[in-house]
């Protein structure tokens, strides 16, 4: 059973800062997906087993970066210059995949973290 744990949310300024983390029981590749309410889950980024590729939606390009370390099973999201409209339930999640390999498409993740909230006041 895959479990993933991630924290890190919570509420910032507009212009502020945030690590989120997700403490995986192994080693995948990773994405991390964010829902606003009455919205769909949308991808924000994802990093490979490796670590070697990452990718990034065009909205959070520039001002977040993924980044993991394998020693802890661990992959990070740090997000700078928040904005209000990043406010969100941020999830990881895992999907076994080749070394380089990397996706946006949250059906090509079957395993899930229970998400953190993460609120940026203007």
């Known amino acids: 059973q895959v479990q993933l744990v991630e924290s890190g949310g919570g509420l910032v300024q507009a212009g502020g800062s945030l690590r989120l983390s997700c403490a995986a029981s192994g080693r995948y590749a990773m994405g991390w997906f964010r829902q606003a309410p009455g919205t769909g889950r949308d991808f924000v980024s994802a990093i490979s087993w490796s670590g070697g590729s990452t990718t990034y939606a065009d909205s959070v390009k520039g001002r977040f970066t993924i980044s993991r370390e394998n020693a802890k099973n661990t992959v990070y999201l740090q997000m700078n210059s928040l904005k209000p409209e990043d406010t969100a339930v941020y999830y990881c999640?895992?999907?076994?995949?080749?070394?380089?390999?990397?996706?946006?498409?949250?059906?090509?993740?079957?395993?899930w973290g229970q998400g953190t909230q993460v609120t940026v006041s203007s």
């Open positions: 999640a895992a999907r076994r995949a080749a070394l380089y390999s990397v996706s946006t498409s949250l059906n090509e993740y079957p395993f």
